[in-house]
């Protein structure tokens, strides 16, 4: 009996990654694979990323790194990283097929260090959570909101303070929904160190958003409690 040949391939989240990250992966490529090369659409850089970053800059907008004796592909292209692995056909491959399926996995093991902000929020389980809280904040606001007496018992009522309450809520759920469609496909590669960008913004951004984002949800938690407690202590 001989293995068929086959391939499995896998879109990544979308990643941030500079010079040092970009070095590591080819060392990966390097300790499992004969042969390394880096290329884009129209060249194949033989000094790697150095030539690469001074024939096109820095920014690095489109490129592929392809080992091969095990094949293993990783490319990065407008709208999608992906890793593909390729095996190669009869019992005598095994050991070459073990090899790129464990670099397969040390591959995303290490990329996932460096996911961008983006695909960090929008794991399955934080996800969950702020759609929760969103759901939460939109019911207690409703449920907790006082009715005055002259109003409609059958239509929906919140006060000022509430109606505030109400519009986090929404915007939780609408956070949701923008940042995730950059949750795949969308990267940030730079041959250079995160010092060489001038820009504050550009380097720190991610850590910035993500400490206000775990404030906003911190001060979240503390409304709704006070809600809660407030509306059954009456």
Known sequence: MIEKARSKE?????????????DKIMHLFGEYCET???????????????????KMGPRLRKFQIK????????TFEQGAIKLKVEYEDGGSAVAENKRADHLFLRLKEYLSLHLTLAARLMSNTVVSILSTLGTLLVGIAIVTSPRPANVDPNAIYVDLKH?????????LLALIAIVGTRRTGYYFAYYGDAAEITSFWTRKKDDLVLALLTTMIGAILGVIGTLVVQHFTK
């Open 10 to 22: 896998e879109n990544l989240p979308s990643l941030r990654v500079y010079r040092s990250e970009l």
């Open 36 to 54: 390394v090369t880096l290329s884009d659409d129209e060249h194949i850089w033989e000094d790697g990323f150095s030539e690469l970053r001074e």
């Open 163 to 171: 109606g505030l309450i109400l519009l986090v809520g929404f915007g």
């Open 67 to 74: 080992g091969e004796h095990p094949t293993v592909i990783l």
